[in-house]
């Protein structure tokens, strides 16, 4: 059973849309990656965290791309204007500091359809 | 850009057979792999690592690394219809580098 809490696990929007999905990563994890998982199954790295600081992400020009990790509350991916594109699943992982090469925890992902 | 490929896309064995999927990063700074599991419906779920030379096993999965030729292979023995599922490995840097890179992945179907 997944202790990377992930909501919603479904979200539909229509083009133009916002979309928003949650992460409580595993506890006592205080790195958290985003990947967007496509139909095809491949995966795309979006970023990733340590505690509330971005270790890495891919260039967001499009700017409808954001996340945040606040302190005591659930990390975040919001896309701000949904495109039909964006379709996809949305994993989160968390793990330990990755010293040593930690395993990466996921959650059961959100799957956004954009209409 | 920086990739690790898979193969072959997909593999069908019959329960109790051997299954054996293979995976090469084309990047020299990838040292240490992961093989995930991802059943239908479910995020993935690592199932093994591997970072020296050699076999590493582990029940009935056995993988295997060479790092002269950054190729790595999953060996699963004795393969069950549970096994069924996508499989992806995951490559990273050495020690400090928090970028993951998956693979394209192996659909493995075993039937009963």
């Known amino acids: 059973n997944s202790k990377v809490i992930q909501t919603p696990r479904y979200l539909v929007k229509g083009q133009g849309q916002k979309a928003k999905m949650r992460c409580i990563p595993e506890?006592?994890?205080?790195?958290v990656f985003w990947y967007q998982q496509n139909k095809n199954n491949e995966f795309k790295f979006l970023i990733n965290?340590?505690?509330?600081?971005?270790?890495?992400q891919i260039d967001m020009t499009e700017k409808r791309f954001s996340a945040e990790c606040p302190s005591n509350s659930p990390c975040s991916l919001e896309i701000q204007s949904s495109e039909a594109g964006d379709s996809a699943l949305y994993l989160c992982?968390?793990?330990?500091?990755?010293?040593?090469?930690?395993?990466?925890?996921f959650g059961h992902g959100t799957k956004l359809s954009v209409l | 850009q920086q990739k690790v490929q898979q193969s072959p896309e997909s593999l069908s064995v019959p329960e109790g057979g051997m299954a054996s999927l293979n995976c090469t990063s084309s990047?020299?700074?990838?040292?240490y792999f992961w093989w995930y599991r991802q059943h239908s419906g479910e995020g993935p779920k690592a199932l093994m690592s591997i970072f020296s030379d050699g076999d590493k096993k582990e029940g009935r999965f056995t993988a295997h690394l060479n790092k002269a030729s950054l190729h790595v292979s999953l060996h699963i023995r004795d393969s069950q219809p549970s096994d069924s599922a996508l499989y992806f490995c995951?490559?990273?840097?050495?020690?400090?580098?928090?970028?993951?890179?998956f693979g394209s992945g192996t659909r493995l179907l075993v039937s009963p």
């Open positions: 990047d020299r700074n990838f040292q």
């Open positions: 965290f340590q505690n509330q600081e971005v270790l890495q």
């Open positions: 992982a968390s793990s330990l500091p990755q010293i040593s090469n930690e395993r990466l925890f």
């Open positions: 506890k006592g994890h205080p790195v």
């Open positions: 995951a490559a990273s840097e050495p020690a400090g580098g928090y970028k993951v890179v």
